[in-house]
């Protein structure tokens, strides 16, 4: 499967991004303006408009071999939204998507730093260190951030883990978020995030969000994630001007139906 | 139910606002030029232009779970006027598109509209 490309700092798109969001329901108003409706669940659609400026000749060289492999609107490919959490259920540890350890019990309701009760609690009982996980169908080569805001009465360590890499970081009685990115380093087609507690633990976390880019940005709470199988190119025609030596900008029109 | 969204402010909408009532008449005009009103519906429908700028991230992540959550046009949620604090528990999105935008970071913006629904 094709993989949309991210830039050379790892982002995968600049501003301004446009998204567009389409549903489709039949709707049938009477003359006293009472309305009957039916749903299409299957036909819902998702649009991102891309505008790049001053890419690097590098930058555009991959953007060219990834339009000539789509070849234009024709071949599906995986598109990870540039504005989105990419993690599924991120308010709800106790979702299917997500996998605990057998030793690691997961309550919820618990005072989050916006002072609602969205928050979890995550407590080890084991003797050995235990996780909790989410596998996604991205890339496991691009370069991402996991964040993630965490407090625990007791001082201890929490490590981040993003595939094969981990990042090991303090967790005191405050609200901290924590993050890591990394680069993965293999050509799997997925890749798992993930919170490791020593033994003993006992650690309240929320928000835990994935985006690919080397940085995080404000929580975006999900239910479906950002993770798009069988993106297509919008238009088989790819614009280009060159604005100088080395600086190119060019717009990228992408669509994801849920129906295809 | 669902309940519309409300922003960092707790408010729901930003100026400029627009709201819409409306209602459902039909008139039958004769030969001679006198006409005949009457009513089609009960009583009036409300309707709400929400234009919002300058939204964070997470702002427009909630916006964008809830027209998903209702799928489109098609779920009901509760809405609370914003200019008189009236609850209306029968509402709906008009649309089937809903397009968001992010100029730069929490500058983002986007276009909402909603209708009270009859019965």
Redesign the interface.
Known sequence: MLIYPQLGTGALSQFPIRKRRTQRTVVNTTADGTSIKLADASGGATQWELTYEELSDSELSALEQFFAAAEGSLNGFVFLDPAGNLLAWSGKLDNPVWTPGPMLSVTGSIVDPWGGTQAWRLANTGNGAQAITQTIQAPSGYLYCMSVYVRSPLPTIATLLLGATRGDRSVNSQWNRIEFAASGDGTESSVSFGLELPAGASVEVSGPQVEPQGAASLYKATTTGGVYLGARLANDTLKITATGLNRHSCTVNIIHADHL | MLTFPILKTAAVAQYPAMRYV?F?NQTVRFVDGTEQRYR???GP?HRWGIRLNAL???E???I??F???N????GNFAFTDPWDGQVYNNC?LTG???????????CGNTVLTVQE???
């Open positions: 409306e459902r089609d519906a009960s429908l964070d991230e997470s427009i992540a909630a964008e779970e027209f998903a959550a799928q489109g046009a098609f709906s089937e598109t809903l397009e968001v935008q992010a100029l730069a970071e929490m629904n009859r019965g």
